[in-house]
């Protein structure tokens, strides 16, 4: 079992930045594979960003380029770094835990969220 804690959130700038931290609690939790996940008003839940125990990543094609994941598995902590920011990433931002494999893009497929994080974009 893991409990995962965001922080980071905030008001910004569009072309601002902004880091998001998802802390974790558990002996286990290098052995996970995590992930951010994003939810805007009336839409569903899409996958942003994942990293596996190892350290590779992947993530969505609206965000390369732009975002990076990261881990700190000696602080129980990954991190989402965002540059760049536009108007349309203003959503809740979810970290997420997948046990068995790599962050799954479904969201329903994972193990573990967090309560989020806002993030607002301002134009």
């Known amino acids: 079992q893991v409990q995962l804690v965001e922080s980071g959130g905030g008001l910004v700038q569009a072309g601002g930045s902004l880091r998001l931290s998802c802390a974790g609690s558990?002996?286990?939790?290098?052995?996970?594979?995590m992930g951010w996940f994003r939810q805007a008003p009336g839409k569903e839940r899409e996958f942003v960003a994942g990293?596996?125990?190892?350290?590779?990543?992947t993530y969505a094609d609206s965000v390369k380029g732009r975002f990076t994941i990261s881990r700190d598995n000696a602080k129980n902590t990954v991190y989402l770094q965002m540059n760049s920011l536009k108007p349309e990433d203003t959503a809740v931002y979810y970290c997420a835990a997948r046990w068995s494999g790599p962050i799954a893009p479904m969201w329903r497929e994972n193990d573990h969220w967090g309560r989020g994080t806002q993030v607002t974009v301002s134009s």
């Open positions: 558990g002996r286990t939790f290098s052995s996970y594979s």
């Open positions: 990293i596996r125990w190892s350290g590779g990543t």
